[in-house]
Every structure is written in C-alpha cells, then in structure tokens.
C-alpha cells in the first residue's frame, strides 16, 4: 500500500504487506529527518532518522529514503503487522541542533489482519 | 518516551483556571523541551529550557503560557486562565545537551488538557 504526499492521510494495508508512508517538506534548509511513530494516547516514539547526506538508511524492518531533489521522504516498513498500526509522522529540523523539529500532519496507518 | 515522565496523564480545567504541567526529564538529563499537539495534527514546539534558564520560547504564546525548569524539581509548564483553544496534548522531551550533536528526541507520553 502506497500514499501520496499529505493529500492521503489514511492508508490501510493487509497484515504481511509491505507500506510505503509519503512526506513532502518544503524548507530547503533541512538537513536532518525522522520519522514517528504514535500510537493512541501515547507521545511519538522515534523510528528511525536520516541526515542530508544520505539517500537511503534502514533499520528493523523500517528504511528511510530522502529525495532531496524533489523535497520528499518516504518510510517504509516491510512485512506490515498489526502492531504497526499508528499515526506516523514525518519531522525536519534545520540548523544544527535536533530540538525544533517541524511535524508534518501525519498518515494514519491501519493493518487488516 | 525513554524515561520522560509526564504528569498529570488527563487534566480538566474549567475556562479562566490555571494548568500546571510537570515534566521529569530522564535522569541526568539538563535540557527540556515542550511540544504542543493539537487534534489532528502533528507536534509543534513551544519551548526550550536548560536548568533555570530559558533558551528559546520561540514558540510559546506570549500571554498566559510559562515555562520553567528549576536547579531541582521537574520543568513546570504552566498556562493561566486556559481557554477551550487550550486543549491539547503536551509533550515534553529531554537531553543530555543539544548543539552540533544530532540526535532524536525522544518524548514522554503527555499530558492532555481539556479546558471545559
């Protein structure tokens, strides 16, 4: 299953798919990205991040693909469980520090067992 | 959410009472951040507070919101005479330093503040 951009916001997939979460951000200057996850009625929990200089990083299960190009970030998680099942959002920072992250709206991600 | 702890979980406040927010940052940690999390939407930075110092508050409105992170005690956010646009969650993380370090935030569970 595959979303497109902010327009989306909800994507359901069959547990075992692979899932592809879209982020476009705007601000140029952005040179540090991660991706969250959130549950219902809990804080954000870190997934996984990526610095400008790479294209592509991985993780469990997760990889991170930045097109620097076009301004877009993608997460991807293989084999889609139910327990993936959350809000995940995308984050920016510019600057040199981590702490003033910029959120974009989040995709509501739904796993059909 | 490694270690932030947030309280209270759930507070209620009716219109023109006063919230306090406390957040415990995880120990040996000198830096705290607040976020605010309206419905629907992602995070959005209120605050940055070194122990009793404030370093940006870019992102706190100007009138009603407070921060503070004392030399001992959790960091308080405190918001005056709430108003039902008030309502939102609130996270906090923290840091053992910020600078030319990167590395992610990780936040507490929140607080949740419904202004009735």
């Known amino acids: 299953g595959e979303n497109v951009g902010l327009h989306l916001p909800t994507l359901s997939v069959q547990e075992g798919d692979n899932s592809i979460i879209n982020c476009a951000y705007s601000?140029?200057?952005?040179?540090?990205f991660i991706w969250y996850k959130q549950e219902s009625g809990k804080g954000p929990q870190f997934i996984i991040d990526i610095r400008s200089n790479m294209d592509k990083r991985q993780g469990q299960r997760v990889t991170v693909l930045l097109n620097k190009t076009v301004k877009h970030l993608s997460l991807q998680i293989a084999a889609t469980q139910p327990g993936d099942s959350a809000v995940y959002f995308c984050?920016?920072?510019?600057?040199?520090?981590?702490?003033?992250?910029?959120f974009g709206k989040g995709t509501l991600l739904t796993v059909n067992p | 959410n490694a270690g932030v702890m947030q309280n209270p979980r759930h507070l209620v406040r009716r219109r023109g009472q006063e919230a306090r927010l406390r957040c415990s940052p995880v120990?040996?940690?000198?830096?705290v951040y607040w976020y605010r999390q309206l419905p629907e939407e992602g995070l959005k930075f209120m605050v940055y507070?070194?122990?009793?110092?404030?370093?940006?508050e870019s992102g706190m409105p100007k009138e009603r919101f407070s921060a503070e992170f004392p030399k001992e005690g959790p960091s308080i956010l405190r918001i005056q005479q709430v108003v039902r646009g008030d309502s939102a969650a609130y996270f906090c993380a923290s840091s053992p330093a910020t600078g030319q370090g990167r590395s992610p935030l990780h936040f507490g569970n929140g607080t949740r503040l419904t202004v009735t």
């Open positions: 120990k040996g940690h000198s830096h």
């Open positions: 507070l070194q122990k009793e110092n404030i370093i940006d």
């Open positions: 601000n140029s200057a952005s040179d540090y």
């Open positions: 984050a920016e920072n510019s600057g040199g520090s981590n702490y003033k992250l910029t």
